[in-house]
């Protein structure tokens, strides 16, 4: 086919956070971008206090919408129809793409993705407000959605259950992982560049991820000071999300103030490093649309004790330890056992960077377009998805 489809990309996640789905909208818009064939993208956003667009889109066409996050989904949860103004470039388009679980209201032909059901399996882990959002909206935008997303499934299955989706109407696509900057890096070189995070010189646990409920950190927190170890520091890498004032009071009565290390947020560039120094990674949340950080760990080389619920043992496969997330006994150990073991660390260094291999951008790029390409009129006849 001469014409390149055209297709409206929502680029807003990855402009106003720094979390698993801002990296899920970053990559994919990039991926797609770089395909060979690929479609012609045009990005799409509200109105953010900083747009740091990614580099490599500077670029593409932008339709920039002048509300900021709560007006804007006031201005969907009202189920209004864009003004001709803003509408005008986007129907342009072929498709709409989505990419976190929001759709404009009677535009072209949309494909939508849901991340996770978190709202409506764990919603005592999400505000009021946020609950009744999601509640109201995300059955009304599943049902516009020509077609949707998910990035496991796992997430399928709640979408079908939760949302009472068909289950034909949900495509599963893995994410992916960034296997030039997410690899395994000499141990000494990884230590000297995670430095400038640690304020220590001593072995430690890591656990990546949003200070929030629903990582669980209240029991990874019991189960370090099960160790009684010492030597052992936890390095959590996150930022602050809603609800972390449960976890300020694990801390303090966890009794192991003193090691353990909450660093904020970690720029991109230093993350590779920080999974490589570490003796192990430790995820152990309750509820994952996917577990990205699990899988770039294993990138590194990081030897993973992960969830066995959820999304996670599909990320993970057998190249990590797999526990019940509510049970620090047993994670405490699981921990013990890794960290004084050092032929299991060797072997499980050795299976991560091969389990993760499967998973790129790339892949995750090319599934997506075939999922467009079903969608739009003029070129559904040329794709059959099964």
Known sequence: MSDAMRVCF??????????????????????????????????????????????????????????GNRAWRLFLMAGLALPPAWNATINACDVFHGTDALIPWRTIPSVMTIHDLSTHRYPQHHTRLHRQYA?????????????????????????????????????????????????????????RQASQFLPFDAPYILSVGTLEPRKNLAVLLHAFALLQSSDLHLVLAGGTGWGDNPFAGALQQAGVLDRVHITGYVPDDLLPSLYAAAECFVYPSLYEGFGLPVLEAMACGAPVITSNTSSLPEVAGDAAILVDPTDSAQLAMKLRELTGDANMRSRLSKLGPAQAAGFTWERTARETYEVYRSIAPQYAASVSLS
């Open 10 to 67: 929502d680029i807003t996640p990855a402009l106003g956070q720094g979390a698993g789905i801002a990296r899920y909208a970053r990559e994919l818009a990039i991926a797609l971008r770089n395909l060979q064939d690929g479609p012609s993208l045009t990005l799409f956003h509200n109105r953010q206090r900083k747009a740091r667009i990614p580099q490599q889109l500077h670029s593409l066409p932008r339709v920039a919408i002048p509300l």
């Open 135 to 191: 509640r109201m909206t995300l059955p009304r935008m599943a049902k516009q959605a020509m077609l949707l997303i998910a990035d496991s499934t796992a997430t399928k299955r709640d979408i079908v259950d939760q949302l009472g989706v068909p289950d034909q109407k949900v495509r599963v696509i893995p994410l992916g992982v960034d296997h030039q900057r997410f690899r395994p890096i000499d141990a000494v070189l990884a230590r």
